[in-house]
């Protein structure tokens, strides 16, 4: 039997499976980064926080999320928008709206609803 032969025959296999496999050791990356997004909506509920403090917290969270290359989940800006709006501040508002119909289009009817009328939010 030759095992020089058998040996080269195994290589090939074994090789592409372990590349194949090194592939997979990182795991998927997430579609969305939650960083901050879901305490600051839990503080928000339970009104123990100041709006201003609630827009500061969800700032810093999206300067992590997009400093990692990363994409805010679904309704980050809208939020952020409503706190926005909720210290007078229609222009912020306004920009996190139209962010959150950018990176979500599905959620366009809702956005031009908070947009016609931002400060009652």
């Known amino acids: 039997m030759n095992y020089k032969r058998t040996i080269r025959g195994l290589c090939l296999p074994i090789t592409a499976a372990a590349v194949l496999l090194s592939g997979c050791a990182n795991g998927p990356r997430?579609?969305?980064q939650w960083t901050g997004y879901q305490p600051a909506v839990y503080d928000y509920l339970k009104g123990e926080k100041a709006p201003q403090q609630q827009i500061d917290a969800l700032e810093?969270?999206?300067q992590e999320i997009r400093?990692?290359?990363?994409?805010?989940?679904?309704?980050?800006?809208?939020?952020l928008?409503?706190?926005?709006?909720s210290v007078g501040n229609?222009?912020?508002?306004?920009?996190?709206f139209?962010?959150?119909k950018e990176l979500f289009p599905e959620s366009s009817a809702y956005m031009d609803f908070l947009m016609k009328t931002p400060k009652q939010h």
């Open 60 to 62: 810093k969270a999206l």
């Open 67 to 79: 400093g990692k290359g990363n994409t805010p989940p679904p309704g980050f800006h809208a939020q």
């Open 81 to 85: 928008g409503m706190l926005y709006a």
């Open 90 to 96: 229609g222009t912020q508002a306004m920009q996190q």
């Open 30 to 32: 997430p579609l969305y």
């Open 98 to 100: 139209e962010a959150e």
